[in-house]
């Protein structure tokens, strides 16, 4: 080979492994910018890593949940009817365990009313659910005039019926029953109003919901896409086959709805889903990083760190925390005392004890999300809605106490002392005129007190002669306050005529 031929072949060589070494370094900046992207493994280790509770969330304080289905069309005991409604021998609590022997009141119910379970089961509820009065723009102006930042339907209940356009079960709303993509109108609602939309799911449980015997339509295999393919065993282990239906029904949900907020229900914290959590967690986290926003998870850990502590937003069904927790943390609670969904024995709680827990669990860094439940034609029950809109009225005057933040140096003070725990609000007392709830924002310190006091004059112990007071002035009157620093507080004298019907805020600038 001549020495020109050979420099045109080393030249040629040359160019060629230039183009090579440019697209290597192409390909190696496209790979870093998706991993910049899904930076979370599924794995505690890497998700611990990243992970940082959005101070979004905490800011908002207050929502509104939601449970609304095809239970809500025999509106009788609660939204736990269609797996009461198969319990002819024995009654198990939501771990399994044996609550109690003999039919349940909702199995005899359900027989006299409806007929035989195997004749008519819980699937023939679903034709009969229309919600043909339900109008997401009427809900979401109802939310928002209570004060509610966020809302949080229910997307799938135990039941195994999807709120939503589902593209992995053909039992979901847009196919049957109302025929409508419920969770689809309120978000598009929502959003366009200025509303956080979150979604929950509850579908982990579906694979022991429903009690599996031969005189019902329960093991009827037809009908195993709605009532779970469960065998007859009340202690089967989930199967890969139901954890990759549960697997595909969320990433189907996240994909097409991108919720600001995914709430889980507490069957998921059992053992047989260990290997789900993270690598859900991961998704969903890796999907907000997608679409530019973060997102929150929400988990009760029922019975152990299930997520460990820094992962999700922790959850408390029913209950509350007896002190400060630093972490962002919420209560889910529903204004009936005895149901989440509308049942025709409905009972509410009261306006007072809705805003008292809204303010204790926010001076305790905490938000409450409190559930409403429609009737099966889609309206929300006026007595309901008046409760939602006298708690709206209450925060136009006193939102700033509690919108946007932070828990003071001690929650409060006072005798009434709160019980820990999901499940634990029935054993809580009202609050007294000696009580009172800490929240500071701007420079300002909130001291809410949950009761008008005796004689219209207060002490409050914690704040001290170090704490230099400016003003103090009484949300929501026009009254002048006055105010003295002694060695047992800060005394404070108010209008001898009580202002307002629920917790009074006094604002005070240090």
């Known amino acids: 080979m001549s020495i020109k031929n050979q420099y045109v072949l080393i030249l040629l060589s040359f160019v060629i492994l230039s183009s090579c070494g440019k697209k290597n370094k192409e390909d190696v900046a496209v790979v870093t910018e998706k991993d910049t992207i899904n930076i979370y493994e599924p794995n505690w280790e890497s998700i611990k890593k990243h992970y940082k509770d959005p101070e979004w969330f905490n800011n908002q304080k207050f929502g509104i949940f939601i449970h609304w289905g095809a239970y809500s069309v025999p509106a009788f005991g609660s939204e736990w009817y269609p797996r009461q409604m198969y319990m002819d021998t024995a009654t198990f609590t939501a771990q399994l365990n044996l609550e109690r022997t003999g039919p349940n009141t909702t199995y005899l119910h359900h027989k006299e009313k409806w007929g035989d379970q195997k004749t008519f089961g819980y699937k023939d509820f679903i034709p009969m659910f229309k919600g043909e009065k339900f109008n997401a723009a009427e809900w979401i102006d109802l939310f928002k005039k209570s004060g509610a930042k966020y809302v949080v339907p229910v997307a799938d209940h135990h039941d195994g019926f999807a709120m939503y356009k589902s593209n992995t079960t053909r039992w979901h709303a847009l196919a049957m029953g109302p025929k409508r993509d419920i969770l689809g109108e309120l978000f598009k609602e929502g959003r366009s109003k200025g509303m956080i939309m979150g979604a929950s799911s509850h579908y982990a449980f579906n694979w022991s919901f429903y009690n599996k015997k031969d005189h019902f339509d329960t093991t009827d295999p037809e009908y195993a896409d709605l009532y779970s393919p469960k065998g007859k065993d009340l202690n089967e282990p989930v199967s890969e086959e139901f954890k990759q239906m549960w697997w595909d029904r969320t990433v189907d949900l996240i994909d097409n709805y991108q919720p600001d907020i995914l709430w889980f229900d507490f069957y998921l914290d059992i053992p047989d889903y260990a290997d789900m959590r993270p690598k859900i967690a991961a998704y969903y986290y890796n999907k907000g990083r997608e679409w530019g926003k973060e997102v929150v998870l929400q988990d009760k850990n029922f019975s152990h760190e299930a997520f460990p502590e820094g992962t999700v937003v922790y959850d408390l069904e029913r ?94 003070e006072g005798p009434t002392e709160v019980k820990k725990g999901h499940h634990s609000e029935g054993q809580n007392k009202d609050f007294t005129g000696q009580d009172m709830r800490f929240t500071q924002k701007d420079g300002n310190l909130y001291a809410i007190m949950m009761a008008w006091p005796e004689k219209s004059k207060v002490t409050i112990t914690s704040i001290t002669n170090e704490d230099k007071v400016k003003a103090v002035s009484l949300l929501g009157s026009d009254a002048k306050i006055t105010f003295e620093q002694t060695v047992e507080g800060l005394l404070v004298k108010l209008p001898s005529e009580k202002v307002g019907d629920h917790a009074h805020t006094l604002k005070i600038e240090l």
Not at 341 to 346: E, R
Not at 366 to 381: A, E, F, R, Y
Not at 388 to 411: C, M, P, Q
Request: glycine fraction near 10%.
């Open 319 to 412: 209950g509350k925390l007896p002190g400060i927790r630093k972490l962002p943390w919420q209560t889910d609670t529903s204004i009936g005392k005895n149901s989440w969904s509308h049942v025709t024995n409905w009972k509410s709680k009261t306006t007072n004890q809705l805003i008292d827990d809204l303010v204790d669990i926010v001076s305790k860094n905490g938000n409450l999300l409190l559930n409403c439940g429609p009737k099966s034609d889609g309206t929300i029950p006026e007595d309901q809605a008046k409760i939602l809109l006298e708690i709206g009225d209450w925060l136009s005057v006193n939102g700033e106490a509690i919108y946007d933040t932070k828990y003071w140096r001690t929650f409060g």
